[in-house]
């Protein structure tokens, strides 16, 4: 039976049900200390609420601190959102992975942040749907030599609109000339800058050497998630290479796809390259759709990953989500991992040779999930960074006017694997492949650009180029960042968007 997981809708009637308990006691008359008080504002009462929920739902449940000891209505902020988020925070440093010692959401770029739990206002639903609002609809992010470039334009956004490309270098932001990357203070303004105001003004200098400048204003516009495509051919192989950036409803992601894969069929590609790079998650069932274009025929009907819940979901113990965001239709068993596989479907006819799939550290859930669900059946390879690490997703709570995100479940392959959430290190055993830097000079589809080129002499003859053969137009450049500064920054420098994946459906 299907079921819909991802939710808008306002939920009082839940709010009332977890912060009006009849007050509990132990078995020596004791004052229950995971109950909470039945008095108490509305946005106190959503405090009470994450938590709850979160003693319910969260993957790692088991690890989180009672009512007393946790205090949910302590948390502060300059406004409700942000003492919400501050709660969040604390709340997703409890549960340690045992094979790190470290919090499941440990955050590297910003400890004691949580890596992957957040709560909105509602603004994630309008972007996993396909619609932008209130941005440029581009991005910034350090080379290697501390140069500051575009690194991706959706096509149709305010920057698109005024030509911007990726690989145009930024030589004026506002009134600014220069900015350190190893200063706290000139990222937060590059941050402020690019994600916190209503125009900005920048000069711009394109691969040739010529200058723009740009004055725009931020816009609403309907995401394109493909945003670049086409066929290489050598030698004997023709190999399809696709960028997807976000994985946004099937409504508004698919018929992109299609385009894509309408060309790579016309053109009979043997092997493909899908980049990834900035690609954050969205979906599941997007990203069901991309595997069953991408997996080999005779793989048909076998399993492609598995949802893990934790063990009181499993013993359907769902009493506040099953009323928030299922209307009570739950049924025994619903959260059993043997109810919950998915298997392929296989689209088209593409029957590939070797899929690369380039990514960096913004590379994260869904998309992980692609590769995670592919490697067992095919033969994968993936180029860059280590990628972000996330082998878990959600389903949005709606409390009030608020939707919380925080990990319900694990997807693990066919084989059973799901060891990546330290992210997935190119050339490890684990994920083979190789480690390559984030070429951002160059524009996408350059065959010239490090990650690309490495994807294809690798589809081509089985090797990896070298830094030194494959970086003519920069061996003498001087390195300023390590890779993993790059890395770091380029995760500082992101516009705050989603990074997860959203499953539509519970068997």
Request: with cysteine; aromatic share 12%; charged share 20%.
């Amino acid at each position: 039976m299907k079921k819909y997981i991802y939710a808008a809708a306002f939920s009082f009637a839940v709010l009332a049900t977890a912060c009006k308990k009849e007050k509990n006691t132990n078995s020596e008359g004791e004052d229950d200390k995971n109950t909470p008080p039945t008095t108490g504002s509305t946005i106190e009462k959503v405090k009470d609420s994450v938590l709850l929920y979160a003693q319910e739902d969260y993957l790692w449940n088991n690890q989180l601190p009672t009512y007393s000891e946790f205090k949910p209505r302590s948390f502060t902020g300059s406004n409700e959102l942000e003492a919400l988020q501050n709660e969040v925070d604390a709340l997703s440093q409890y549960a340690k992975n045992p094979s790190t010692a470290r919090a499941y959401e440990y955050n590297r770029s910003n400890p004691g942040t949580s890596k992957y739990s957040f709560i909105d206002d509602g603004t994630t639903s309008g972007e996993l749907g396909g619609q932008a609002s209130g941005d440029f609809g581009f991005e910034p992010r350090f080379d290697a030599e501390g140069s500051l470039y575009i690194k991706y334009v959706y096509a149709n956004s305010p920057a698109g609109n005024a030509g911007v490309k990726r690989g145009y270098k930024v030589t004026r932001i506002n009134n600014r000339t220069s900015w350190n990357p190893e200063s706290n203070s000139d990222i937060q303004f590059i941050v402020n800058s690019f994600y916190s105001s209503n125009n900005i003004k920048l000069g711009l200098q394109k691969p040739d050497g010529s200058t723009i400048n740009i004055d725009i204003n931020t816009a609403s516009y309907t995401i394109n998630p493909v945003l670049a495509y086409k066929v290489f051919a050598v030698g004997n192989k023709k190999i399809g290479y696709m960028v997807f950036n976000t994985f946004t409803s099937p409504a508004n992601a698919q018929p992109k796809i299609d385009q894509a894969f309408t060309l790579f069929n016309s053109e009979n590609i043997t092997d493909l390259i899908v980049d990834f790079r900035y690609n954050g998650g969205g979906y599941v069932a997007t990203a069901d759709y991309l595997c069953n274009l991408i997996v080999p025929p005779a793989k048909n009907n076998q399993v492609m990953y598995t949802y893990y819940f934790n063990q009181g979901l499993q013993d359907n113990k769902y009493t506040l989500i099953n009323k928030s965001v299922f209307d009570g239709k739950l049924t025994a068993g619903s959260f059993k991992p043997e109810n919950n596989q998915e298997k392929f479907s296989k689209k088209g006819s593409l029957n590939l040779g070797k899929v690369v799939f380039i990514v960096s550290g913004s590379t994260a859930s869904a998309s992980e999930l692609t590769i995670n669900t592919l490697l067992p059946h095919m033969d994968v390879k993936i180029v860059g960074e280590t990628s972000y690490g996330k082998p878990v997703g959600f389903f949005a709570i709606p409390i009030t006017k608020y939707e919380l995100y925080i990990p319900e479940f694990e997807t693990r392959n066919s084989a059973g694997k799901a060891d990546y959430y330290a992210g997935m290190a190119p050339g490890s055993t684990a994920f083979p492949g190789v480690v390559a830097e984030d070429d951002v000079a160059h524009d996408f589809g350059d065959a010239d650009e490090q990650c690309t080129q490495r994807a294809i002499n690798y589809i081509t003859t089985g090797n990896y180029l070298s830094l030194a053969n494959q970086q003519t137009k920069r061996v003498n450049a001087v390195r300023v960042l390590s890779a993993d500064q790059t890395r770091d920054l380029g995760l500082k420098l992101e516009r705050p968007h989603f990074k997860g994946m959203v499953t539509e459906r519970l068997k």
